[in-house]
């Protein structure tokens, strides 16, 4: 059975200001690197509450805080780790 991953990244404007705006690029670049883009749904979301916990990343149904680009690569790392062993 097929499992789905989706990755939905806040681009709210606290969220977006704070430096998803470049983790956005990060996560482009790292789906293409590890020949994910066909298998994972990326999709900007709008504000998903909580700001000051901020920024948001969701990686299928669990919400990451605190994102950046010092730390979104680990976290994909760990959250997309299934998806990269079978690819």
Do not use: W
């Not at 990244?9 to 470049?22: K, P, Q, V, Y």
């Not at 482009?28 to 509450?49: P, Q, S, T």
């Not at 990343?57 to 680990?74: P, R």
Request: glycine content about 6%.
């Amino acid at each position: 059975m097929k499992q789905s991953y989706e990755i939905e990244i806040c681009l709210g404007s606290s969220c977006f200001s704070r430096g998803n705006r470049d983790v956005v690029q990060v996560i482009r670049e790292y789906l293409r690197k590890n020949h994910l883009d066909d298998k994972v749904i990326f999709r900007g979301a709008r504000c998903l509450g909580n700001c000051s916990e901020g920024p948001f990343v969701v990686i299928n149904g669990k919400l990451i805080e605190k994102t950046d680009v010092s730390n979104i690569e680990k976290i994909l790392d760990t959250e997309l780790a299934d998806l990269i062993r079978i690819s």
